[in-house]
């Protein structure tokens, strides 16, 4: 059964009007996804002579900027309204990305991230809350993994083939791939031009009541306390492990392509393909994230995915060739893990102040990354990125371990009611 069809099965019972916005929705992701840069972003930042450890603390910078920015971004979204938060945020992001594709030195590449960081941090609440909202509006807000999961595997699908062309593109020229990139991202804003405030929803008869107080008051109700604490901390640790993967991904897949025999001149065409594979494996993932679901359960699944992934990154100690096959998996868990753990948020935040308290848990996830960024690149540097990774394995085993045994961190709808 193609994706297509699946997808045209799941809409054909809704009328050509209510059809439109989860078809807009799924075109605006594939812009978000389709990335000519994706294989090639590490290797070009290295080849104007940038260390790992700078690597590490330019993503820091990235990461920061999302820590500042994630709740005030988030607020002007249930403010102002989720839309125009998407459309700033893709508008900031097409320009960052020609930014990146001018930038030579430290300096403008710090400026650059911490922009793009601020852009994507006016989608990452937004987006999500202006689709549950939609759904909720159709009684239909138990298939936000399913309709989710698959927009990003639709997004990751444009990615895998976009990353191999992006590929080809940087071994003629290092910058073309950004420039490419930033004219696709750009196709999102029309595409949101056309859609109204989830579900013709008006934003301003919630902005009369939501004010910074009432933020501050739905973070500290909602996500500081049982079942959202223990969780969120749980899953910031995943997080920022499997997000320290990207860093060394590309330099790791280039070694082992030179390994085998590819020309110098060829090599950022075969981790193109590599990253296609990449996202391949991640989309058709992301695409039965609703059958994980139904059939594993989100609880389940944030019981045993930690310690599947910490053991894959500590065998890499005593067998580092499997570094590739550990970055397929990695992108798989990640992908799913981000939908079913917004999934698990979402059923259990109220819709007043539903973007401030997923920006605040992304803003939780973020800080948690930093650390594993500047720790990451220095270990690489001082010894090598498999070896950094089969570390932080065990810092994911031994940290998943003690946030259980202070609280559990995942928890059945039912257990919850009880």
Known sequence: MTLRYELMRRLST???????????????????????????????VRAQGLSFTEVGALNSIWWVALVVSEVPTGYVGDRLGRRNGMLLGTTIIALSTVGMGLSTTFPEFAVVYGTWAVGQTFRSGSDDAWLYDLLGERSQTGDFATIRGRATAIGLAMGAVTAPLGGALADIDFRLPFFATA????????????????????????????TVATAV????????????????????????????TYIFDQPVAQVTALRLGVPESSSRTA???????????????????????????????????????????????????LAVPVFFVARAVNTASVTLGNQYVND?????????????ASMVYSLAVIPFELAGGVAADVADPTGA????????????????VWERPVQRQREQSA
């Open 14 to 44: 809704l009328s050509s009007a209510s059809r439109l916005p989860l078809l807009t929705y799924y075109a605006y992701t594939a812009t978000t996804y389709a990335s000519f840069t994706a294989a090639i972003w590490i290797l070009f």
């Open 271 to 321: 981790v193109g393909l590599v990253y296609s594979g990449f996202t391949l494996v991640a989309a058709l993932v992301s695409y039965n994230t609703g059958v994980i679901e139904e059939r594993i359960g989100v609880a389940r699944w944030f019981t045993v995915v930690p310690v599947v992934v910490g053991v894959l990154f500590a065998t890499l100690w005593v067998a580092p060739l």
């Open 348 to 360: 259990r935040v109220e819709s007043v102040g539903r973007a401030t308290v997923l920006s605040a």
């Open 183 to 210: 004219a696709v991202t750009a196709l999102g804003i029309p595409i949101l031009l056309t859609v109204s405030e989830h579900g013709n929803r008006e934003p301003e008869a919630e902005a009369e009541t939501y």
């Open 217 to 244: 008051r739905v973070i500290r109700t909602q996500l500081a306390r049982p079942p959202l604490r223990a969780f969120v901390l749980y899953f910031a640790l995943l997080f920022g492990v499997l997000q320290m």
């Open 389 to 404: 990774l089969a570390v932080f394995g065990v810092v994911l085993l031994v940290g998943a371990g003690a946030v259980w």
